[in-house]
Nanobody
Framework: QVQLVESGGGLVQPGGSLTLFCAAS????????MGWYRQAPGKQRELVAT???????NYADSVKGRFTISRDNRKNTVSLQMNSLKPEDTAVYYC??????????????WGQGTQVTVSS
């Protein structure tokens, strides 16, 4: 019921910057969460950053101070500004969207993934 389209991945040198974008469409409830997860080869998918429709943010400790998540609720878009990139940031980055319900449950949706490679 929710479709996610993401873009912005690429190859950057250590210390460089990159911005990811994601747009959501479909059945979007007033209370929801959008954000980014990443998965490196041989590792489990991990949270990078999320932001709720009412402005609450959550960052992984490994990216605090370097990454910034922003939302435009009217356009249903989210971006991730990544600065001071490190080789360990190399991964496939997935946009995530979840509607929140009164029961406390969440329905999660995933983007197609975009490759971010940090290498010299």
């Amino acid at each position: 019921q929710v479709q996610l389209v993401e873009s912005g991945g690429g190859l950057v040198q250590p210390g460089g910057s990159l911005t990811l974008f994601c747009a959501a469409s479909g059945r979007i409830l007033s209370i929801n969460v959008m954000g980014w997860y990443r998965q490196a080869p041989g590792k489990q998918r991990e949270l990078v950053a999320t932001r709720t429709s009412n402005g609450m943010t959550n960052y992984a400790d490994s990216v605090k101070g370097r990454f910034t998540i922003s939302r435009d609720n009217r356009k249903n878009t989210v971006s991730l500004q990544m600065n001071s990139l490190k080789p360990e940031d190399t991964a496939v980055y997935y946009c995530n969207f979840a509607n929140a319900y009164d029961s406390g449950g969440l329905d999660a949706y995933w983007g197609q993934g975009t490759q971010v490679t940090v290498s010299s």
